[in-house]
């Protein structure tokens, strides 16, 4: 099947790249270590030019072949490449967004091989605190189709994203460092020293931790339950194998009670890697959120949406 | 002037021993760095016996040459001397407790010199979340003289103790993570990276991190507000000098605002090191606590009178 686009989801520790066919569909996908802050460094030849740039040594290594096979494909990008950091800054929009304002502003950056790689903007909101994202938008915006007029979109992670959605358009985000404090208590705080990793996942230290959270207690705030990750071990209430489980059952329940008001009454979409989503489904169920359902293949699809707004691409007229 | 008592202050990383003359004026007072996890490993003659533990050798040094000149003088000693990880175990005392149910709970550990140490036990609560302190319900008692019937005793640090006193007994406390996470968000977390620290105190944006603390996006809770610390940077809002004390006001700001119900209308008092307290002043007077003031020397007052309620000493009748 010829392919028509050629989609990377580009971040800070891994590069994704996926060959996709006529209606956007999955031919072929790789996965490299190539994130912007781990590319490669050693010279080669690309296109008879000597090359040094991690970038473009990254990008041939995901789809140097492809174009090669192909020569004309259109390729676009999504993700931290598009940060100061990454390949070439494409400075973010403002809320609201969707699939037609932001597939007509790609920024463009030509690589040696003189094909032009289209990088999705990242998106920023300034009413009251500010908030960014970068390829998250890209996610929302693949998991659209057949969804009501409101809907809540979940993208737990190291730094979580829940994006309101009205009429196909991101009204509005928050973010919730739910993923990156896990860490960095487990690894660095006084909690990380009593804990034990267990390979089972302990399904009852995570409820007991949700239940705080959305407790009395745990109105107080996350700083002030924090140390019952502690202490309910001194009590012998939770063994070292619980004490992980327990807190991040906690942080998730946290995070949740940050919802705003009224999503409750909204359709969820969870977004993301498949434990991680099982960990904030159970922890939905337990705050009596109903209506939540998973997605897949969000970034690819998204990336297919945003080529066709851009005129990269176009709709099949099998599909 | 004679000696009465021989008071520790023997924590996680510093050790300070106080000799206290009649009704507990400080004699002369001294900082060692052997806490209990950075105790002396020289053996060493004490009393005639060659020696090797490190609790021994560091209680040696700081008061070794006071026992000498008036080898009858009582010691007591608080923190996590009495942990688990300390000299010898003192268990928790369940809340409520006051001067005189501590005083007569000390935990006695015996010296290779044949001297006494008395241990204050550190204090437990058990309703609802379980919580400890070891070492702050010393300072708490140590601050109570000449207050009204209900105070509640602020003590910020890595783990911020506010505890509610009533009628000189520790009826309720709370702990709040608070310095522990600014100083692991700022070391290790994505937030470190764009932060400078200045040598001078950034107090508006100290101030503006409290006030968003207890603004409406602050209700939805830390792991939400957290991420400005960043954007504000992105949106530079804030320098990468000003981006430390924006967070610092963040966390506490997110604090006081998971104080009891109530805590408004009591009289505050603030105990621990000089410039943090400055810090928490601020930030309470911001938020409109009006009665808040700061304790001295609360360490020693607070064992010299736990030693007077173990018998340890005498009140001094020309005090």
Known sequence: MQAQLIALDWGTSSLRAYK????????EQRSLAFGIMHLPSEPRDIAGVRCSDGFELAFDAACGDWLDAQP??????????????????????????????????????????????????????????????????TQVL????????EVLIGLPGSHSKWVEVVDGCITHFDTFMTGELFAVLSKHSIL????????????????????????????RGVLSTLFSARTLGLTAELTPEQQ?????????????AGL?????DLPIILVGAAPLCARYQRALALCGFARVSLAQEATERGLWQLALAAGLTQPSLEA
């Open 20 to 27: 996709l066919g006529p209606a956007g569909v999955v031919l």
């Open 72 to 137: 004309g494909l259109a390729v676009i990008a999504c993700g931290m490449v598009g940060s100061a950091q990454g390949w070439s800054e494409a400075a973010y929009r403002n809320t609201p967004v969707d699939v037609a304002s932001l597939g007509q502003a790609l920024h463009t950056v030509r690589s040696v091989r003189g094909v032009d790689v289209h990088i999705v903007p990242g998106v920023i909101e300034q009413v009251g605190l500010p908030n960014v994202m970068r390829g998250e938008e």
């Open 142 to 149: 693949g998991v659209l189709q057949d969804l009501g007029a």
């Open 192 to 219: 990380g020293r009593t804990q034990k990793v267990s390979e089972q996942f302990q399904g009852a230290a995570f409820d007991r931790g949700v239940q705080v959270a959305r407790s009395a207690d745990g109105q």
């Open 244 to 256: 992980p489980d327990y807190l991040s059952g906690l942080l998730i329940g946290h995070e949740l």
């Open 260 to 264: 705003p008001t009224g999503a409750r």
